[in-house]
């Protein structure tokens, strides 16, 4: 079965530094999120994409995050300058559809953590 | 505005006993309900999905959902539990934009 891809599994950046995540969605999705989960806390949307543009983002969601889709396969999560409450499991999820009864499949996460 | 309530942040079972997880909605609109299953250092996987076919929704697993209108609610079932099912379960509803919105995830913990 098509599966998302995250990389890399773990990542750890000095406060400060800019980061970027990875993912690669499965192949013929179109629809593509990225969601984060802080230790102890439920999982918060943070940003759609479609159509090579942001459809949606959360408050969380602010100038130090960015989404790329550099090229027909992957799709990115980039902050600035992070910041020690960046500190988090991000997933990236894609769906075939914008429908809302789409279900999203999700990647394993990247674990970012701060110093 | 959508909203999850999953009662309960850990349910222990024996093994072969009734696993039941509890998720309540609220939507402003008729709402699509799924349940994610999260093992151990994994993503999110999905268990079942309800969006207004049958109100009675079987998963993966064993697993099975109920969707009711009149209590908003979304519990998940399993009538006999295995020590593999041990893991975090999600519910999460969708808005009309198509983002999930979770619950805050109850840990399912399975005793032998």
């Known amino acids: 079965e098509p599966e998302v891809t995250q990389t890399p599994s773990h990542q750890v950046t000095q406060m400060g530094q800019e980061v970027i995540l990875r993912c690669v969605p499965i192949?013929?999705?179109?629809?593509f999120y990225w969601y984060r989960q802080i230790l102890g806390q439920k999982v918060e949307f943070l940003v759609s994409?479609?159509?090579?543009?942001?459809?949606?983002k959360s408050e969380i969601f602010d100038d130090q995050f960015s989404v790329e889709r550099p090229d027909g396969s992957n799709f990115t999560l980039k902050i600035r300058s992070t910041k020690l409450e960046d500190s988090a499991m991000y997933f990236c999820a894609s769906s075939g559809d914008a429908g809302s009864n789409q279900p999203q499949h999700f990647g394993d996460g990247t674990r970012l953590s701060i110093l | 505005a959508q909203s999850v309530t999953q009662l309960g942040s850990h349910v222990s079972v024996s093994e072969g006993a009734l696993v039941l997880l509890r998720c309540n909605y609220s939507s402003s609109v008729p709402p699509y309900l799924f349940w994610y299953v999260q093992y151990p250092n994994q993503g999110l996987q999905l268990l079942l999905k309800y969006t207004s076919a049958a109100t009675l929704v079987k998963g993966i697993n064993g697993f099975e959902a109920e969707f009711k209108k009149s209590e908003t609610s979304f519990h998940l079932t399993k009538p006999s539990a295995h020590m593999s099912d041990a893991a975090e379960y999600f519910c999460a509803v969708t808005d009309p934009g198509g983002k999930l919105i979770f619950g805050q995830g109850t840990e399912l913990s399975v005793k032998p």
């Open positions: 994409f479609y159509n090579n543009e942001i459809s949606e």
């Open positions: 192949s013929n999705h179109l629809y």
